[in-house]
């Protein structure tokens, strides 16, 4: 966890007199940069507050100055199996975060040996964790400059479009019949997160044949329109189970409030699993019809959140599969009962099924590779970091199978390594929108299996957080999957390639000129859905 800037301040009293060390905060409740007369141009906050330190130490040798900040650890553990109250202890979590172990420190390039040494001491930092940087501190503040009025140095405008399969829901008939004629995938932020994943849960809230609506919330946003409609809901005499996660970092406040809030108005709440942050991005809709109790499901990569929606590329499935419903039914008795399955229809599960059915499909890859057969593996994700799926691959590639990887953050595998990686691309993704999606694809003999959901390749998401991964079986869908994976290794104006020696080197443009934009591409491809008159 970020702390605020700092001005670390050495002065003295008189000539050959012992150094004072102090520290000025630069607050964080004012405006970081202050606009000068012409409107041109701007001064940072702590550039003013240092050329200005003689008004705070008036009568004083001001020596030196270095900015700096301080990383705390934002995890502040508790023994969960003992506490009483899980509310009572995440409260403390947030007070006692403030004064967490520090975990690192950025300091101003040239800082002066006193000011390094004190911090470093008095911080209990070795020299591993002291990081000196050029330039201004904390880019955070710097995007109050993407809100000047300069339409030439911004991008166009982008509006999330309506999902064509739902607006015939416009016309006579329900998001339900669209979701039964057959499953949706949806694509955020080219699809509209209000107009699909919150219209299905409002629909529900409002639909007189609904009869329950449960829903697992990592994180949503302050003003969430989906907790309105849980809340309509519980008013509308639906029976409605939430499980917040308290645990969500950063966000445990704001879950706090939403889980009053949702308590207040009769509705069951989960706050979580012992030993385990849930992470899921699953929803489920039990609705009485005239051929009995159907269950609708909505299995994602992203949060609840309809602001990161709008800037985050996620992707969603709406089914009516009984499967995968039945297969929630047993992960939402989880999260009210504390009885945890193992055993899954379609789901993977973490911690259930989830790490052994991967590992059992890249295996299956490797074998058919060794019979010389075609193998192949994409898989994207935001890290790759389980010790024991990277070795899994590296097995994989040495018997030959064609795997590309696209990871956006931390990478623990190395691609091109002679006689153990030689097969493996690995590619990152940096443009408009954050590629937050999880998407796996294996050839299977011809069979193209592929899955979305909640998970990376982590350690903590396979073994210490409740993850849930779905397959993708209709055919129309996984084209669409085919076609998202096949733009993004097409990419060459936003895509990066990972050498062996752990550094990235950025795509260019063919000899021809030519060029592929993975976010302009589905940007107009959104567009011209919007234009299609598509079959339910």
Not at 51 to 76: M, Q, S
Not at 521 to 527: A, H, I, P, V
Request: with cysteine.
């Amino acid at each position: 966890m970020y702390q605020s800037l700092s001005l670390a301040v050495l002065t003295r009293e008189r000539p050959n007199a012992e150094l004072t060390f102090s520290r000025v905060k630069i607050p964080r409740n004012q405006v970081r940069f202050v606009q000068l007369s012409d409107d041109t141009r701007y001064v940072l906050l702590e550039d003013i507050v240092r050329a200005n330190l003689e008004l705070l130490f008036p009568d004083v040798e001001i020596v030196d100055t270095a900015l700096f900040r301080v990383t705390r650890n934002a995890e502040v553990r508790r023994n969960e199996e003992v506490a009483e109250d899980l509310i009572e202890m995440i409260e403390e979590v947030i007070e006692e975060r403030r004064f967490a172990t520090a975990v690192r420190l950025e300091i101003e390039r040239d800082a002066p040996e006193a000011v390094r040494e004190i911090l470093t001491r008095e911080l209990d930092l070795d020299e591993r964790e002291v990081f000196e940087l050029d330039g201004p501190l904390d880019y955070r503040d710097f995007a109050e400059l993407t809100e000047l009025d300069r339409p030439d140095l911004k991008l166009p405008e982008w509006s999330p479009q309506p999902h064509p399969r739902l607006k015939r829901a416009d016309d006579g008939m329900t998001v339900f019949d669209v979701i039964s004629n057959d499953d949706v995938l949806v694509h955020h932020p080219y699809h509209s997160f209000e107009g699909t994943v919150q219209r299905f849960l409002e629909a529900a809230a409002n639909d007189p044949d609904v009869l329950a609506i449960k829903a697992a919330i990592y994180r949503t946003a302050s003003d969430s329109q989906i907790i309105e409609s849980l809340l309509e809901a519980a008013r509308n005499g639906k029976q409605v189970a939430v499980m917040v996660e308290l645990k969500a970092r950063f966000d445990e406040e704001n879950n706090l409030e939403w889980a009053k809030k949702l308590e207040e108005e009769g509705i069951h709440v989960a706050y979580g699993t012992i030993g385990y942050k849930t992470h899921t991005k699953t929803s489920l809709v039990v609705r009485q019809e005239d051929d009995g109790v159907r269950l609708y499901s909505h299995v994602g990569t992203g949060n609840y959140h309809s602001e990161t929606a709008k800037h985050y590329e996620d992707i969603g499935l709406l089914t009516v599969d009984r499967d995968v419903g039945q297969d929630l039914v047993k992960l939402f008795n989880y999260f009210t009962g504390h009885s945890m399955h193992r055993d899954y229809r379609k789901l993977l599960i973490a911690p259930g099924n989830m790490r052994e059915r991967f590992v059992e499909l890249i295996r299956a890859e490797a074998e058919r590779a060794r019979n010389g057969e075609d193998a192949r593996i994409v898989a994207k994700m935001n890290r790759l970091e389980d010790p024991a799926i990277v070795r899994e691959l590296y097995e994989a590639s040495m018997a030959g199978v064609d795997i590309d990887l696209i990871v956006r953050d931390i990478c623990r595998l190395r691609p091109g390594l002679e006689g153990i990686s030689e097969t493996i691309d690995v590619y990152s993704i940096v443009g408009r929108f954050l590629e937050h999606s999880r998407i796996f694809y294996f050839q299977a003999g011809g069979e193209d299996r592929y899955y979305t959901g909640s998970a990376d390749w982590m350690t903590r998401n396979l073994d210490s957080r409740v993850e849930a991964i779905t397959p993708i079986e209709a055919p129309r869908l996984q084209d669409r999957l085919e076609t998202i994976l096949e733009t993004l290794l097409s990419d060459n104006q936003n895509r990066w390639v990972m050498r062996s020696d752990g550094s990235y080197e950025r795509c260019r443009p063919d000899g021809d000129g030519s060029t592929t934009n993975v976010h302009e591409t589905f940007m107009r491809k959104s567009l011209d859905d919007g234009q299609t008159d598509l079959r339910p």
